[in-house]
């Protein structure tokens, strides 16, 4: 009895001390590609943690368990994506990889279970992150314009409006399909609902006619 309640008494500690050596995660992949047991993690070509098993589960898919290095769990967050890649120190074995989409984020919280990314959808989101915050700046040029309409100098402002939407059109040009469709389901007609608010704006001052130049790169990114 009392061997029973000793025991008890150790388990948080034992727990406590597996927690203290580094962030315990497990990642959900339909292929593991030959990840085993051993292999590293990497985040920004740094040895970050290992692969501490592999198991296939009931439900079809191969449950990856990971530990992370205490010194880089805070590294660990939301925005973190999981890819499995070809270990660049050692051709015969592989290596999962840790990238971030954005930065910031609640830190993971150990023996999370997530699903992992490809390599091309983790990059896919990071990417995306990017033009999101692209557009919330963007957005907020587009919202400081109006509300100094009639002290901001025309040709100026206009301007640097004019500018950003170009950049967000070369942008776009450099991206794949995938991306680009994205753009135009998803943030372009967001950006629209901020050109009509702006429109509102200038007829009170009569200065519609001034909105023309952003209308035709709004209408080339349309058409990208």
């Known amino acids: 009895m009392f061997k029973k309640f000793l025991i008890l008494l150790m388990m948080p500690l034992i727990c406590l001390g597996c927690k203290?050596?580094?962030?315990?995660?497990?990642?959900?992949?339909?292929?593991?590609?030959?990840?085993?047991?051993?292999?590293?993690?990497?985040?920004?070509?740094?040895?970050?943690?290992?692969?501490?098993?592999?198991?296939?589960?009931?439900?079809?898919?191969?449950?990856?368990?990971?530990?992370?290095?205490?010194?880089?769990?805070?590294?660990?967050?939301?925005?973190?994506?999981?890819?499995?890649?070809?270990?660049?120190?050692?051709?015969?074995?592989?290596?999962?990889?840790?990238?971030?989409?954005?930065?910031?984020?609640a830190p993971l919280q150990d023996n999370i279970i997530l699903d992992g990314s490809t390599m091309s959808s983790a990059l896919f989101d990071q990417l995306m992150e990017g033009f999101e915050k692209g557009f919330e700046d963007l957005k907020k040029r587009f919202e400081q314009f109006s509300e100094d309409l009639s002290k901001v100098p025309e040709s100026k402002a206009f301007k640097e409006l004019e500018n950003e939407l170009k950049c967000l059109s070369d942008e776009m040009k450099r991206s794949g399909k995938a991306m680009r469709e994205k753009i135009q389901k998803e943030l372009l007609p967001r950006l629209k609902k901020e050109m009509e608010k702006l429109r509102e704006r200038l007829r009170k001052f009569g200065r519609e006619e001034e909105l023309k130049p952003l209308e035709i790169e709004m209408e080339k990114i349309r058409k990208i």
């Open 20 to 105: 203290s050596n580094g962030l315990n995660l497990k990642i959900r992949y339909v292929q593991i590609q030959g990840l085993k047991q051993g292999d590293r993690v990497i985040f920004e070509q740094n040895h970050i943690g290992m692969v501490k098993g592999v198991i296939y589960s009931n439900d079809g898919f191969f449950m990856v368990d990971l530990v992370i290095k205490k010194d880089f769990a805070i590294n660990a967050t939301e925005h973190s994506r999981f890819f499995i890649i070809n270990d660049s120190q050692n051709n015969s074995h592989k290596a999962v990889e840790m990238i971030q989409t954005r930065e910031g984020g």
